[in-house]
């Protein structure tokens, strides 16, 4: 079973900057995916990127140069550097890890907001 730890976060100016961690633990990591998702009150989590054991980053558009995803697997950890950073970025951030033949392991989500 594979556990999600996230750190970081909080409330920032606009124009600021935050970084998010992920910490995974359990058996059978290797060759894993991981991402981060956004949720604003309601139903729907947004996308926001995903990088693979290998380093093949992808991210949404509404993010992409201002966001920067990495990992580093010795560690197990992945990070999410956000900057120019807007009010629309403001929502609850979820890590999650994709393993193979495993369901979707989610981080337990940590609150960004901007606001001045």
């Known amino acids: 079973q594979v556990q999600l730890v996230q750190s970081g976060g909080g409330l920032v100016q606009p124009g600021g900057s935050l970084n998010l961690s992920c910490a995974a633990s359990g058996s059978g990591l290797s060759d894993y995916a991981m991402g981060w998702y956004r949720q604003v009150p309601g139903p729907q989590r947004e996308w926001v990127a995903t990088i693979n054991y290998h380093g093949v980053i992808s991210y949404d558009p509404s993010v992409e140069g201002r966001f920067t995803i990495s990992r580093d697997n010795a560690k197990n950890t992945m990070y999410l550097q956000m900057s120019s950073l807007t009010p629309e970025d403001t929502a609850v951030y979820y890590c999650?890890?994709?393993?193979?033949?495993?369901?979707?392991?989610w981080g337990q989500g940590t609150q960004v907001t901007v606001s001045s």
């Open positions: 999650y890890l994709d393993l193979v033949r495993t369901p979707r392991s």
